[in-house]
């Protein structure tokens, strides 16, 4: 486990690269949040959001790289609320959300990556994907019944070795991805089993969120300490150096948010991305042109 960037007082996550076994139970929900007014977060988190901005301008124009973020996390840890926030500055043009629901039978009726990899962004974008094919060895796991619509081949589902060749199979897609020019960056929102139910109890005490009350969302938490041991088995066996996992205090979802939103210009930033620089050809053909306007 690297611990590097971990500190208990002042760290707001802590950053998984190894496949060295470690416990949910002992990461922090909580990071000790340093003084900060409203107004002081509003000013930090624009300050982030428009740096991100520009970031994500130089992704574009370069255009021979992707982002591709990767948020999980239980039901209400606030996965939605830190898109919305944190990614409310980017140019909507250069990126796109999609939010993995079940899938249908033409997904079922291919291989478990086929629809990622039909929604992955294009060079030059953002992705976000709003859970991910990392449900596959999650809510599967816990839910095992989900895989008989999965078509798969007599005896696979049921051989020892299946979650480890499913873990393989997702470590080998993202190295093929990070050859092709994507960079992933993948986020966990930590948040503890009391906030997670204080939180569906505010949806209970607040009209104008009856309708996000999901009876599925209530039912799974009978599943805590599995969905748990799934996560931890999950982060600790698809961590590497060049796509670690981001385990992101979510208690606190302003502090949340703004960790997210400097893990993002972390990994930007780790690009070098350079506005592209033209030909001499290309110049002249400019000098042309902006010559042919001042003749107007």
């Known amino acids: 486990m690297n611990g590097k960037h971990f500190d208990r007082k002042h760290e707001e996550y802590l950053e998984i690269s190894t496949d060295q076994h470690f416990s949910l139970k002992k990461v922090p929900v909580k990071a000790i949040r340093r003084k900060m007014s409203d107004h002081q977060y509003q000013k930090n988190l624009e300050r982030n959001i428009s740096l991100i901005s520009e970031l994500q301008t130089r992704l574009y124009a370069e255009h021979s790289r ?50 990622v990899n039909r929604a992955l962004p294009p060079r030059g974008h953002i992705g976000i994907f709003n859970r991910s094919y990392y449900e596959e060895v999650l809510i599967t796991q816990i839910h095992p019944e989900l895989l008989e619509d999965e078509m798969l081949p007599m005896g696979k589902r049921d051989n020892k070795s299946f979650w480890q060749h499913r873990y393989k199979d997702i470590v080998n897609h993202e190295k093929y991805l990070h050859r092709q020019g994507y960079e992933i960056l993948k986020i966990f929102i930590h948040i503890s089993k009391k906030e997670q139910r204080d939180r569906l109890l505010d949806r209970f005490s607040n009209p104008n969120k009856h309708w996000k009350i999901s ?11 599995e969905y748990q041991a799934a996560y931890e088995g999950c982060i600790q066996h698809t961590a590497s150096k060049s796509c670690p996992w981001y385990i992101v205090a979510g208690d606190d979802k302003k502090t949340a948010r703004l960790t997210i939103s400097k893990l993002l210009i972390q990994r930007l930033e780790l690009l070098d991305l350079k506005y592209p620089k033209l030909t001499s050809a290309q110049n002249q053909k400019l000098e042309r042109l902006q010559a042919d306007l001042l003749k107007e």
């Open 215 to 225: 009876e599925g969302d209530v039912r799974e938490r009978q599943y805590w300490d």
């Open 66 to 115: 992707a982002l591709l973020i990767v948020l999980q996390g239980m039901d209400t840890s606030g996965k939605d609320g830190a898109i919305k926030h944190v990614m409310s500055g980017i140019n909507p043009q250069g990126c796109q959300v999609v939010s993995f629901k079940s899938p249908t039978q033409t997904e079922l009726d291919h291989d478990f990556l086929w629809r």
